[in-house]
Nanobody, 124 residues
Framework: QVQLVESGGGLVQAGGSLRLSCATS????????MAWFRQAPGKEREFVTA????????YYTDSVKGRFTISRDNGKNTAYLQMNSLKPEDTALYYC?????????????????WGQGTQVTVSS
């Protein structure tokens, strides 16, 4: 069992930055691909970005390319999401997730474990 705990959300003005963290339990963090999803009020949860087990591959949805960066520290069992140039449309509850494979399915919803989410609000 893997537990994921997100932190780092908050209220920020448009153009600002936030860094989200996803701390995990257990000793198997390095065997999981990690991802970030988000869900805005009234909308479906959507994929944001994913990173492979060894951090050699990443994948981003088009709307965040060039602004968001995913990373991980396997020694600290933690994944990160650096968000720059934030826009009001980035406002959402952000979730981290883990799965055993980094393949064509990383942009889908089939993840083994999910966190509870951290709220990001961007004011205009």
């Amino acid at each position: 069992q893997v537990q994921l705990v997100e932190s780092g959300g908050g209220l920020v003005q448009a153009g600002g930055s936030l860094r989200l963290s996803c701390a995990t339990s257990g000793r198997t963090f390095s065997t999981y691909a990690m991802a970030w999803f988000r869900q805005a009020p009234g909308k479906e949860r959507e994929f944001v970005t994913a990173i492979s087990m060894s951090a050699d591959r990443t994948y981003y949805t088009d709307s965040v390319k060039g602004r968001f960066t995913i990373s991980r520290d396997n020694g600290k069992n933690t994944a990160y999401l650096q968000m720059n140039s934030l826009k009001p449309e980035d406002t959402a509850l952000y979730y981290c997730a883990a799965r055993k494979f980094f393949d064509a399915g990383v942009g889908g919803m089939k993840y083994d474990y999910w966190g509870q989410g951290t709220q990001v609000t961007v004011s205009s």
